[in-house]
């Protein structure tokens, strides 16, 4: 595996469990729906919004890596959330509607 990958695999892991622990977090989220924002904001779909998928997960994973845990879940808390909630929020517009 290649370095690049190798730090995605672990963003990857370390996105997954600031997704599940921000989701849970999120009084506007019923349980029935977590496991559908869960997909959303971890999917390459949401991740190419700010760059390339795996080149994101592994910007994650370096930061793991260098600066532990919680300096991950800062930096996902900064650069990814205000644009996942911009997303969310597009999606709940009424009139809204998705472009295929």
Same mark, same amino acid.
């Given at each position: ?5 190798? !730090? ?36 390459? !779909? ?39 909630? !911009? ?5 709940? !517009? ?7």
């Amino acid at each position: 595996m290649n370095e690049k990958r190798t !730090k995605a695999w672990i963003g990857d892991a370390v996105l997954a469990l600031f997704a599940r622990e921000w989701i849970l977090k999120q009084d506007d989220i019923q349980p029935e729906k977590r496991a559908e924002v869960f997909i959303q904001m971890t999917s390459n !779909k949401f991740l190419s919004a700010l760059g390339e998928p795996t080149a994101m997960e592994a910007e994650i994973g370096v930061v793991y890596e260098n600066e532990g845990l919680q300096a991950a879940f800062s930096f996902i808390e900064d650069k990814f959330i205000p644009i996942f909630q !911009k997303q969310r929020n597009n999606q709940r !517009k009424p009139g809204s509607y998705r472009r295929k």
